[in-house]
């Protein structure tokens, strides 16, 4: 946030693609060339022990039209670690009580919002009553009444967000989760939820030629055995620092700072 430049190419960022690497070797044989429907049905078929993903899986794997394993299945907070990078030098140091003040039980966790979630918006060219009308609908999905149900049903994308849908566990109970399954998934939604390294995606100007473009075609390439692990590290960096300055370094920057409330 001082300068926009990324942290990509450190020992940190080197950790995480030697462990993403590493768990392509536990994976099915076709897990580079899945796409997210295809990834959700190996788990709900049992063929996967271990999948990440959003909390639809949990309410998904309950459906007993699409999952072979209905309540058998636990949710959890991210993998963490016991070791942190240092911006200042690049290399990770160990966690202690100043390099990660969040840690729980010495380990670090950072757990990712992705997609930022669900949001409703109306047209302000829109005529009045359009608006009244899509309010009204906005407003009946979000309330307790309906969205304690919704938040149930897998199909629906909805993942608890009110605080009901943490503490009314009839709901869960109603929808085919089992008293230990609903601890277990409610239970690691809101340890992510609560924790303050929550990471957000890139909220800036074409932040999908970041992610999407740059980002991801550099992880596709090192997974597949196309480029080594430094190679990979020094194309993201290479690309995300050419897309900001095309975009304007400053304004790239402070667009970064707004939306991490910092002034």
């Known amino acids: 946030p001082e300068t926009m430049k990324p942290l990509v190419n450190n020992q940190a960022f080197a950790r995480a693609l030697d462990i993403y690497k590493e768990t392509t070797k536990y994976a099915p044989p076709e897990e580079l060339s899945l796409g997210l429907e295809g990834s959700r049905t190996l788990f709900l078929s049992g063929r996967c022990a271990l999948t990440f993903d959003w909390g639809d899986i949990g309410t998904l794997a309950i459906d007993p039209a699409i999952s072979k394993i209905p309540d058998k299945v636990g949710a959890s907070i991210l993998p963490g670690s016991k070791e942190v990078l240092e911006r200042q030098t690049g290399k990770l140091v160990a966690c202690d009580k100043f390099t990660c003040p969040y840690a729980i039980d010495g380990v670090n966790h ?154």
């Open 110 to 263: 950072a757990p990712y919002a992705a997609v930022g979630g669900w949001v409703g918006g109306i047209n302000a060219a829109a005529k009045p009553e359009v608006k009244d009308a899509a309010y009204g609908l906005i407003s009946y999905i979000s309330q307790p009444t309906q969205s304690n149900v919704d938040v149930t049903i897998g199909i629906t994308g909805f993942n608890p967000y009110r605080i009901s849908h943490f503490t009314n566990r009839q709901a869960w109970l109603e929808a085919g989760m089992g008293e230990e399954a609903v601890t277990k998934y409610l239970g690691g939604i809101s340890v992510s939820l609560k924790n303050p390294n929550m990471v957000l995606d890139l909220r800036i100007p074409e932040n999908a030629r970041y992610q999407r473009e740059i980002l991801d075609t550099a992880l596709t390439n090192f997974l597949t055995g196309k480029m080594t692990r430094d190679e990979t590290m020094e194309q993201i960096e290479r690309g995300w620092e050419k897309r900001t300055n095309e975009e304007g370094r400053d304004s790239q920057l402070q667009d970064y700072r707004d939306s991490l409330g910092i002034q």
